[in-house]
């Protein structure tokens, strides 16, 4: 017990003297699939860790937000990858597929680190605590 508070405290430290040397804010982005929240079958431990994303990006955006450290997740659906696939292929995903999708497409790769971009700026100062989908209408 004495150590992980010993771990926190120098974290929160570190995290401190770091945001004392800017007037801007840091910020932290967890990026986890969408996949988590569609039951497949014997898949329960993948969703379950992917819902602890949220819940941590809300908790660190609680204990930090005071010495200017955001904190925000970026859940994705279908993203097409350099190969001419897409994440869709992989079991977590499965029956996902562009048909699915509102926008009837799989996502682009620049789309999501156009939102990641976003999330790191300066524009998003506002922006805490939050997961966003980017998911084409799922």
């Not at 969408?34 to 014997?42: L, N, P, T, V, Y």
């Not at 860790?49 to 930090?64: C, M």
Request: hydrophobic share 35%; aromatic share 6%; charged share 20%.
């Amino acid at each position: 017990m004495t150590q992980e508070l010993l771990k926190q405290l120098d974290r929160n430290y570190s995290i401190s003297r770091l945001q004392s040397e800017t007037e801007s804010y840091a910020s932290i982005i967890h990026v986890a699939s969408i996949a988590g929240q569609f039951g497949e079958r014997f898949s329960s431990h993948y969703g379950l860790a992917r819902s602890q994303i949220e819940t941590l990006s809300k908790r660190v955006a609680r204990e930090n937000g005071a010495i200017r450290v955001r904190c925000n997740a970026v859940w994705s659906s279908i993203i097409a990858n350099s190969s001419g696939g897409s994440n869709g292929e992989n079991s977590s995903c499965r029956g996902l597929n562009a048909s699915s999708i509102a926008l009837k497409r799989i996502g682009k790769p620049d789309e999501v680190a156009h939102l990641i971009l976003f999330l790191a700026s300066d524009a998003s100062s506002f922006v805490t605590g939050t997961c966003i989908e980017i998911d084409g209408g799922l």
